[in-house]
């Protein structure tokens, strides 16, 4: 069965303090592992996709990047605007469905 | 991406009763989904919407429970049936495209009293 684990639960941090969120994975024959983010009562926002090992994509203070058995989204210089929940998915060869972790918090301060 | 609305934003149920959520795109998607996100939890999938046939359910969700429609490429609806508290949660719907990115609605926030 596809398993999908995401470390921190929860993550604070200072204005301008870098840090990582880890999405592990166990599945058979991925297709791609997609990062979102989710604000308080919002649906999740797509940012990222990657594909293959070695990928990697950066959308602002976000850098996503990816090895065989698990991805991290980097935040570099993070600001309150970025406290939000970050979820990964990843779908597989079996079928059309995404499984999504459960989740990091990231809370900024200013 | 699609724009995708949903109605109603929020409801408050009895329990007992029925709530229609309604996912409106803004463009013909071939792939729809809903899920449901439970406090503090993450998201869950109940059913692929098939247009023209029935929806494909998760395990653990049955028609009788959340039927849904999917009367062409642009809509969609979720029935919630007989609610009991344990249904208050988000409900979303998303679409998902030829690289099976999923793009998600804002949600409806659903509290069963």
């Known amino acids: 069965e596809d398993q999908v684990t995401q470390s921190p639960e929860a993550l604070r941090l200072q204005e301008g303090e870098s840090s990582s969120l880890n999405c592990s994975y166990t599945?058979?024959?991925?297709?791609?592992l997609f990062w979102y983010r989710q604000d308080p009562g919002k649906g999740p926002e797509f940012l990222f996709t990657?594909?293959?090992a070695g990928e990697e994509k950066e959308k602002e203070r976000l850098k996503a990047t990816l090895t065989k058995k698990e991805s991290f989204l980097h935040i570099t210089a993070p600001k309150p605007e970025d406290s939000a929940t970050y979820l990964c998915?990843?779908?597989?060869?079996?079928?059309?469905?995404?499984?999504f972790g459960a989740g990091t918090t990231v809370t900024v301060r200013a | 991406s699609a724009v995708i609305s949903q109605k109603p934003s929020r409801d408050i149920c009895q329990r007992g009763t029925s709530l229609t959520i309604q996912c409106q795109v803004d463009?013909?998607?071939?792939?729809m989904f809903w899920y449901r996100q439970q406090p503090g939890q993450s998201l869950t999938l109940i059913a692929t919407?098939?247009?023209?046939?029935?929806?494909?359910?998760e395990s653990g969700f049955v028609i009788d429970k959340f039927p849904i429609s999917r009367p062409n490429l642009t809509f969609s609806t979720l029935t919630v049936s007989n609610m009991s508290p344990e249904d208050s949660s988000i409900y979303l719907c998303?679409?998902?495209?030829?690289?099976?990115?999923?793009?998600f609605g804002p949600g409806t926030r659903l509290t069963v009293t």
């Open positions: 998303s679409v998902g495209d030829s690289s099976y990115e999923q793009y």
């Open positions: 599945v058979s024959g991925l297709r791609g």
């Open positions: 990657l594909y293959s």
């Open positions: 998915a990843v779908h597989t060869a079996n079928d059309y469905k995404l499984s």
């Open positions: 463009s013909q998607v071939t792939m």
């Open positions: 919407a098939n247009q023209g046939s029935e929806a494909t359910y």
